[in-house]
């Protein structure tokens, strides 16, 4: 089955990262954007860009494009983090048991604009993946970026657009059959998944799973299907409440005050944490959460925000072994 096949729906089934044919030799010299040796011509967001045909040094200046590239087989010199965080936030993009500490994070904080480009080129890159989305922020710097080595924008259309960007990066970096592996790991581990889940009794068609992540401390955002986590739960085959299932606006989540909280409950709720979020509530079965049938049913889980919204197959692969862990009674509902 082609990789299209898998991509969402709101999602072009060739996307801006697809690869021309065309391949040659650079005659190289000194304009780092002309890369030396055997090339191949990319198309992109930012026009036609001549990459390495074998880039040995690829800097990605996008966490997600970390999980894409590593998920590859390709190492990165340099990326994106959060300096200061624990592992730089860069776990949930990793292949469990990476040192992500030991990555050179070239920004000083999660923003796209705030590329250090001083340190991106004491990395020495011969390939650098970046990102164009509504800020425009990378695209502005392009100039500074293409005096370091050829340079690849790729489309971002939000956290739900893991799929198509896992096969864009795959085509920058000539590893189409790597991305089909990664796909079809995805895929075996779903079904392994909906199988293990109907053995315990649990039938997800029939299962409505709330996703609510803690936003302040007067709101909760509603995760929908077009969201990261929202799309991996689908993929089991869960159903969702009402108001996650379609997006009304632009985002992918729903806001709700505490007053509305009702609009959350489902068969099973899982609350999302993270780094920069409301700590969980030390009991829900008090207060506002307790009126909801789950936390009545001790149906209600914790997830951790850091990995639920990673945008990667390293936690979509997570997500599907916590919430299978959950509804077979390996994993503690939350108090």
């Known amino acids: ?19 021309l044919v065309a391949a040659g030799c650079s005659p190289g010299g000194d304009d780092p954007s002309e890369p030396d040796g055997e090339t191949r011509t990319v198309e992109a967001a930012n026009g036609s860009v001549e990459v390495p045909a074998e880039p040995q040094s690829v800097a990605v200046l996008w966490r997600p494009t970390l999980g894409a590239a590593t998920q590859l087989g390709h190492d990165v010199v340099a990326t994106m983090g959060t300096p200061g965080q624990s592992g730089q936030g860069l776990e949930p993009f990793l292949p469990e048991g ?17 590329v250090n480009i001083e340190e991106l080129a004491n990395t020495a890159p011969d390939l650098i993946i970046g990102v164009d989305t509504q800020m425009g922020a990378q695209a502005e710097m392009l100039d500074d970026l293409e005096q370091i080595a050829p340079t690849v924008l790729l489309e971002w259309d939000g956290t739900g657009a893991w799929r198509g960007h896992l096969e864009e990066v795959a085509e920058v970096l000539d590893e189409p059959d790597r991305a089909e592996e990664a796909v079809a790991e995805y895929d075996e581990a779903v079904e392994e ?7 315990a009794g649990t039938d997800p068609a029939e299962t409505e799973l709330s996703l609510v992540r ?28 009402d108001d996650q299932i379609d997006p009304d606006g632009e985002t992918d989540f729903v806001p709700r005050s505490y007053e509305n909280l009702d609009s959350a409950d489902g068969d099973a709720v899982f609350v999302l944490t993270g780094s920069g979020y409301p700590e969980a509530p030390d009991t829900f079965s008090d207060g506002v959460w307790a009126n909801l049938s789950a936390v009545q049913d001790e149906q209600v889980f914790h997830g951790d925000h850091d990995v639920w919204g990673a945008a990667s197959y390293y936690a979509a692969h997570r997500i599907v072994e916590e919430v299978t862990a959950a509804l077979t009674g390996e994993a503690e509902p939350a108090v």
């Open 1 to 19: 089955m082609p990789l299209s096949a898998f991509l969402p729906r709101s999602l072009p089934a060739v996307g801006l990262g697809a690869v």
């Open 98 to 114: 990476a040192d992500a500490d030991a990555l050179t994070v070239v920004t000083n904080s999660p923003s796209e604009e705030d």
């Open 193 to 199: 998944a909906r199988e293990e889940l109907s053995d």
């Open 214 to 241: 803690l936003q302040d401390e007067s709101e909760v955002r509603l995760e929908t299907s077009a969201s990261f986590p929202g799309q991996v739960v689908d993929d089991l085959g869960f159903a969702r409440p």
